[in-house]
């Protein structure tokens, strides 16, 4: 898988724009990578993504990975935008305008986060 976004210190909101710029662009999935202490909130992202634009979790896996002694866990979570998908006769992919909103009016829809 080519497009892994790593959450690490920004805010949620800003993993979700740009988790759904990437659908907007017609990738139709992604993994969301969360390392220790970031695992909760990689987690709340998934959720988010599912229950208020019907993008689906497809997998979850908790690894761990070891730098010097120390072995740190995370958790890599696949999403699929399918369900929001329609394919045409061409093969392509598009999403239908009522499911998605433009670039700009993102930041109005999550303000209050």
Do not use: W
């Amino acid at each position: 898988m080519n497009d892994i976004i790593d959450v690490c210190g920004k805010k949620m909101p800003e993993y979700i724009v740009e988790i759904l710029a990437k659908f907007n662009r017609r990738i139709d999935n992604l993994a969301i990578r969360a390392i220790g202490m970031n695992i909760s909130k990689g987690v709340e992202i998934a959720h988010f993504l599912s229950k208020n634009f019907g993008v689906e979790i497809h997998r979850q896996e908790i690894k761990s990975f070891q730098i010097d002694d120390i072995e740190t866990p995370y958790i890599e979570i696949t999403l699929k935008g399918n369900a929001m998908q329609t394919e045409t006769a061409a093969g392509n992919y598009n999403f239908p305008r009522s499911r998605f909103v433009d670039f700009p009016v993102y930041h109005l829809l999550l303000q209050g986060f």
